[in-house]
């Protein structure tokens, strides 16, 4: 495996949560000498960092220089179709290969407490991390880590506008138990409707408020 | 590339002592020293020192520079300034009634600990099943208060499982750095291992910051080279190597020093005296190489299974307070101060006042009236303070002061009375005082700065003992010497040097004594040393002088000896060691021999025979540590293996890959 630079993953890290938080938001300027001394990095680092960012479609790179990618309407869609197809294969695969180790980590983030909804975000992200680790398929979630970094700007456009989601949780503790069971075609189910749920929802703020252009 | 019609390999040190951080610009291959820069080590952030020496060492090219190395006294620094982040340190399968029984609990570098259930044995089986559930539940209750976590499982340089399958369940959770122990010590010490960890974890982030703050200084300079910096027994790794494994550079800076003598001296067999601001450290050249500490590094306390060089410290130094201790005898050290010709040198009316308390009839000048504070640097606009600090700060933004006097305008008598230790940690007020570097300047063997401050602090001194100056200054000379001659006693003899009991019967005191300074009538002691001295530091040559006649050997001075530190830093060589244990399978109820275990650092194997389990060890430690040296900046590192038994049927398979380091320009 290659590494990063120290300095480059610090950078890469550091921006990645810029990005995805919207706090640096779709469309801005990246300008590499202002946020070399922003953030007290080499210019090497903070180019390099971008690099990666461009390779995670977080970061745009046209003719002339370095946007944060925008957001379309478009992209809701079919960040959605592969996420729900690949999450869906991940239950399945995990109901089959989970360990003891893995039903023990399941079980501890899903009696987990979130006090608000970016907690609870958090809390679910690492759920499907956990989810896609134990399908003990290292492809499978290394394609779905890249996923949720796109998945997350969306979130985080409908988040200000967003109810507490208690149901998300509700269906993490019956996936483990169809995990815990061996039921593939139960945790498919249970993960398929999981996934829907939180995208229609986001769809239809995104939509009725307008938050993106069609 | 042909190396003999390359013109120049230009690479550049920096050392971080306590008082300087030093800079020289060297040719690799001459040993040959273009250029070197003095400036001030920032012990609140040392990365500030070392920006300042690559932003103002001359440089005609810095595109040219192939290298940049460091040594660096942060994670020393660090750990004993609790200045390491906050650490949840695991314990799997160790024995909690055992770690009490022995007040072990204290040395682990960490308050917050905890054991959890498993562990395995010696023959690497489980001793208890791993409690997954219970890790994960203090995992949770605790990470909010801690910035990193180590893990250190019960044998685990034999079985590490527990270690990975904790670090696995635990990144599933959250987010801080995991450390396991048996990724920094194959030994089996677990206490050790477990404090090695946590200080690991704890320095994580500290030397991230430090390298990333570095590269910054480099790019702004135009330096595009790698970067390497000094492990504890003087040895170079990556900034990256260095990154994982911080606590490797405890004790980088004294070990980078005494390659730094060897290097520019070329003596294979010496001792090599490094003379700093703050202390005189003392290591020993055996074979063309540094000697290492046996039992592993040794830092505030706390045991690590950390290699680094054999080191002896005391605190004296060119800086090192001179006071007047108990029964008027002359003491120096260990506290470092700025000499009062240096800030003189910076404030014309502190030598003017100097000048008139030495003149003082009535009441007669006192030597503690020669400790100045002052203003060391603005405090940031955020910074909050204390009514006193702010007080004191007030008082010293007119100019130095006498502490004397601040304290009297405070109306305190004593400075234990105000806790001002947090402007002295930040830097903000110093201390100056009468130090050997001041007494260089009265006998114009140093003299940078202002003499007439010097000479009127001696006065000061003699005036009140009733000596003539001349005197004070034999006294002087005599116990630097005493001090010396007994640090190199006791780190070469390992022996207690005998103290003063009072019935003058102890005969080997009397020979240390009478071979100090030479009193009986018929008997006349010596002792002699068969190795050279090799002197390092600016203050060397005169500190070190009197040493090397008691020892009846020579003082070798290399060429640039006061920056050879900075030069040490790029002298060792490349260096990655790779360990692989072999050890038995037995059968059910220990009985048979089955067959054999080979453990690696990344997982284990079984092999049925043993001849073929030792060779496979070989081929894996081999390329494993040949793969690290080359990621890590060798040069064509050259592997060496060794086979070690270690106990009954078990072995250690020791690959070591060394290379230069690799130069790119």
Redesign the interface.
């Known amino acids: 495996m290659k590494m990063n630079k120290v300095d480059t993953e610090k950078a890469y890290q550091l921006l990645w949560n810029q990005i995805t938080s919207l706090e640096l938001e779709p469309g801005e300027i990246l300008d590499i000498a202002a946020l070399a001394d922003e953030l007290g990095f080499s210019q090497i680092s903070i180019r390099e960092a971008l690099r990666l960012l461009i390779h995670d479609h977080l970061v745009e790179a046209p003719p002339r220089g370095l946007y944060v990618a925008g957001l379309k309407f478009s992209d809701l869609e079919k960040i959605s179709t592969v996420r729900l197809n690949l999450e869906t294969l991940a239950a399945q695969q995990a109901a089959r290969q989970a360990t003891k180790d893995d039903l023990v980590i399941l079980q501890t983030l899903c009696e987990e407490v979130a006090q608000d909804t970016r907690e609870l975000f958090t809390l679910d992200q690492r759920f499907h991390q956990a989810i896609a680790k134990a399908a003990h398929n290292n492809y499978l979630a290394d394609t779905l880590d890249r996923l949720y970094g796109l998945s997350k700007r969306l979130w985080f456009l409908a988040l200000p506008h967003l109810d507490f989601l208690p149901s998300a949780v509700k269906s993490h503790i019956k996936l483990v138990e169809a995990i815990r069971n061996k039921d593939e075609s139960l945790a498919m189910e249970i993960m398929q409707n999981h996934i829907e749920e939180f995208y229609l929802k986001i769809k239809d703020i995104i939509q009725e408020k307008g938050l993106i252009e069609e | 590339m042909n190396k003999k019609n390359q013109p120049e390999s230009l690479v550049l040190g920096i050392d971080t002592g306590g008082t300087y951080t030093d800079g020289v610009l060297l040719e690799y291959n001459t040993h040959r020293i273009i250029a070197a820069h003095k400036s001030l080590t920032t012990k609140r952030d040392f990365s500030i020192g070392i920006e300042n020496v690559i932003k103002e060492i001359e440089l005609a090219d810095p595109a040219a520079i192939q290298m940049v190395s460091i040594s660096t006294t942060l994670a020393t620094n660090a750990i004993a300034e609790g200045k390491g982040k906050r650490v949840a340190l695991f314990l799997i399968g160790y024995d909690p009634d055992l770690i009490d029984s022995f007040d072990m609990g204290n040395r682990f570098a960490t308050p917050h600990y905890f054991y959890i259930e498993g562990g395995h044995d010696l023959h690497g089986g489980e001793k208890a099943p791993l409690d997954?559930?219970d890790l994960?539940?203090k995992t949770?209750a605790v990470q909010q208060k801690v910035d990193a976590i180590a893990v250190s499982s019960y044998f685990s340089p034999r079985n590490p499982d527990h270690e990975i399958?904790a670090q696995?369940?635990i990144a599933?959770?959250c987010d801080l750095p995991i450390v396991l122990g048996h990724q920094l010590s194959t030994s089996l010490g677990s206490v050790e291992r477990a404090t090695t960890a946590a200080l690991n974890a704890s320095l994580l982030a500290v030397l991230?910051e430090f390298?990333?703050?570095v590269?910054?200084a480099?790019?702004n300079r135009g330096i595009?080279a790698p970067l390497m910096v000094v492990r504890g027994d003087g040895t170079l790794m990556n900034?990256?190597f260095a990154?994982q494994s911080p606590v490797e550079t405890i004790h980088s800076g004294p070990a980078a020093s005494a390659i730094g003598g060897r290097f520019l001296s070329g003596e294979d067999q010496a001792l090599v005296l490094d003379v700093g601001g703050t202390t005189t450290d003392l290591a020993l050249i055996k074979d063309g190489k540094v000697t290492v500490s046996e039992t592993g590094a040794s830092v505030s306390g706390y045991q690590t299974k950390v290699k680094a060089a054999n080191l002896f410290s005391i605190g004296l130094g060119g800086d090192s307070q001179i006071r007047m201790g108990r029964g008027n005898q002359i003491t120096i050290g260990p506290e470092r101060v700025v000499p009062l010709a240096y800030l003189a040198h910076l404030h014309p009316n502190v030598k003017e006042r100097l000048k008139a308390l030495s003149k003082r009839g009535w009441p007669a000048p006192y030597p503690r009236e020669l400790e100045y504070w002052f203003m060391q640097r603005e405090a940031a606009d955020h910074t909050t303070f204390t009514a006193r600090e702010q007080q004191v700060i007030d008082i010293l933004k007119s100019g130095p002061k006498p502490a004397t006097e601040v304290l009297k305008t405070m109306g305190l008598l004593d400075p234990s009375q105000i806790d001002l230790d947090n402007l002295w940690r930040e830097e903000i007020i110093g201390k100056s005082g009468f130090t050997p570097t001041d007494i260089l300047h009265i006998e114009a063997k140093h003299t940078p700065w202002d003499i007439e401050a010097s000479q009127a602090a001696l006065s000061v001194f003699s005036h009140y003992l009733n000596w003539d100056e001349d005197r004070f200054q034999q006294a002087f000379w005599e116990t630097v010497t005493e001090k010396i001659t007994k640090a190199v006693l006791h780190f070469l003899t390992e022996k207690e040097i005998p103290t003063e009991n009072g019935t003058g019967h102890d005969l080997a005191l009397w020979f240390l004594n009478n071979t100090l300074i030479p009193a009986h009538d018929q008997l006349e002691t010596s002792v002699n040393l068969k190795i050279p001295l090799i002197g390092i530091g600016a203050p060397a040559k005169v500190i070190l002088d009197k040493t090397a006649q008691v020892f009846n050997t020579k003082l070798v001075l290399p060429e640039h000896y006061q920056v050879a530190n900075a030069a040490g830093a790029v002298a060792g060589s490349v260096m990655v060691t790779e360990e692989i244990l072999i050890y038995p399978q037995l059968s059910a109820g220990n009985v048979d021999v089955i067959g054999y275990y080979l453990q690696a650092r990344d997982g284990r194997e079984e092999i049925e025979e043993f001849e073929q389990a030792i060779d496979k060890a070989k081929h894996i430690a081999g390329e494993n540590a040949l793969s690290a040296a080359l990621r890590s900046g060798a040069d064509n590192p050259q592997v060496e293996i060794e086979v070690i038994q270690d106990g009954m049927d078990s072995y250690r398979i020791k690959a070591k890959a060394v290379g230069k380091p690799r130069l790119e320009g």
């Open positions: 997954l559930q994960l539940e949770r399958r696995n369940a599933s959770v991230q390298i990333i703050a590269r910054r480099m790019e595009n900034d990256e990154a």
